[in-house]
């Protein structure tokens, strides 16, 4: 039972719970916050249908309305916001917000890389709202763990949300990326930057069955591709993708002579089969041949974040395109080589290690490239290691220190002692 008298932040605007990044940054954050104020309560508005038997006892989904009925007035605007002849109406879907946040501390916009146009103007846009809506409520507005930007492709837009930026109580960049872009956009006054909260995710054993545990006695590589990856490595030709990453398998296979570990982030019941990282990879493991099928394994069973790290950290390395996947690596002290489709992935590598040394553009990925430089960091593991046993404590002490800075925030905007003061 959640203590009714504990602190209550709402969480909004990340992705679904069966993304286990979504997710890592979710427990992250409650371990954060309740290390610095203590006993706390949290709503969770995701843009998803979360369950609370998923969840921890204190953080409670609320389902936001998405609803769009054909042939509404609401579905006329979308219509047309899809070629640019207006700006969606989207300020119902926060309708089932309405009389419970009263009591709430401060609201955390934690939709990690939405605040760009690289999916379009579907999320932004919802997070621009969610962030006016609670500023009007006289809620703090803070976003926390984001890579931002860029809108230099709409100027007018970037004019936008360089004025809305500055209307924030504080923002938490993840990266030195976003940090440059907010200064170079002239918003340095409420900007910091600390580590996604992911970075200080527990790892949580769990039953792998009798085989999988066994062949993880051996070295093993992880890997973690995604049909994601079509849109930027093949131009959205899916059937091209597949080919090129049953080619990297083999590729994998063959020159590490390690067993494959297939590890999917993003998967589920409640999550669409053309986003399911799991449905991916056994679609490319059933394209192997038979004696190649018999040294790769994809993950099974439902596992959470915590236990999918715990999973991580018994390999020898990993290959991934989900950045989670990589934090719960470099912080499991396991080298990992990220397959980047967006700022987010270099501007993780270059807070770890000073320089993106260990990604690739996913835009020239080939399988011979991919070996390459999977055997290039399998080569200076041990380099790699020192730097991660160097660096990442100090990282991870940063990511728990956000709550300060957030603390200091509520304080000077009339906090105190678990409410804000009216004025």
């Not at 204190?58 to 309305?65: G, H, R, T």
């Not at 290690?353 to 290039?376: C, G, H, N, Y």
Request: aromatic share 8%; charged share 25%; proline share 4%.
């Amino acid at each position: 039972m959640a203590d009714m008298d504990a602190n209550k932040f709402l969480l909004m605007g990340n992705g679904p719970i069966v993304n286990r990044g979504c997710e890592a940054i979710v427990l992250g954050i409650g371990k954060i916050i309740e290390r610095e104020f203590g006993p706390s309560r949290f709503l969770l508005a995701s843009f998803a249908q979360d369950r609370q038997e998923d969840l921890p006892g204190n953080i409670m989904p609320i389902a936001l309305d998405f609803k769009r009925p054909r042939w509404s007035r609401a579905w006329w605007r979308y219509q047309a916001s899809k070629i640019g002849l207006t700006r969606e109406e989207i300020s119902s879907f926060v309708k089932p917000l309405h009389g419970r946040l009263e009591g709430i501390m401060a609201a955390f916009s934690i939709g990690g890389d939405g605040y760009s146009i690289d999916w379009g103007h579907y999320i932004v846009d919802r997070l621009i709202y969610m962030d006016k809506y609670v500023k009007s409520l006289g809620i703090p507005a803070i976003i926390w763990g984001a890579s931002i930007g860029p809108f230099t492709q709409e100027p007018q837009f970037e004019t936008e949300m360089k004025d809305h930026f500055k209307t924030l109580d504080l923002i938490i960049v993840r990266e030195p990326h976003s940090l440059s872009y907010l200064r170079e956009l002239g918003v340095e006054e409420n900007v910091c930057m600390h580590p996604d909260p992911a970075f200080v995710l527990n790892a949580a054993p769990c039953d792998l069955g009798g085989e999988l545990a066994q062949v993880l006695q051996a070295p093993c590589l992880g890997v973690n591709l995604s049909m994601l990856l079509a849109k930027y490595v093949t131009v959205g030709d899916v059937g091209k993708w597949e080919e090129l990453a049953v080619s990297m398998v083999r590729a994998l296979l063959h020159d590490t002579g390690m067993p494959l570990i297939m590890i999917p982030h993003v998967f589920g019941v409640r999550i669409s089969e053309k986003m399911d990282d799991k449905v991916f990879m056994k679609r490319i493991r059933e394209r192997l041949k038979a004696h190649e099928r018999k040294r790769v394994w994809v993950i099974e069973g439902e596992m959470n974040s915590e236990n999918l790290k715990w999973v991580i950290g018994k390999l020898e390395a990993l290959v991934s395109m989900r950045m989670h996947a990589a934090i719960a690596a470099l912080t499991s002290y396991i080298p990992c080589l990220s397959i980047a489709y967006s700022r987010k992935a270099w501007g993780l590598y270059e807070m770890v290690f000073s320089k993106a040394e260990w990604v690739i553009d996913a835009r020239t990925l080939s399988p011979s490239m991919l070996s390459a430089q999977t055997i290039a960091m399998l080569d200076k593991k041990e380099r790699i290691i020192d730097s991660l046993e160097r660096n990442i404590p100090s990282l991870q002490e940063s990511a728990l220190s956000a709550a300060k800075r957030i603390r200091s925030t509520l304080s000077e905007k009339g906090w105190q002692g678990g409410k804000l003061e009216e004025h």
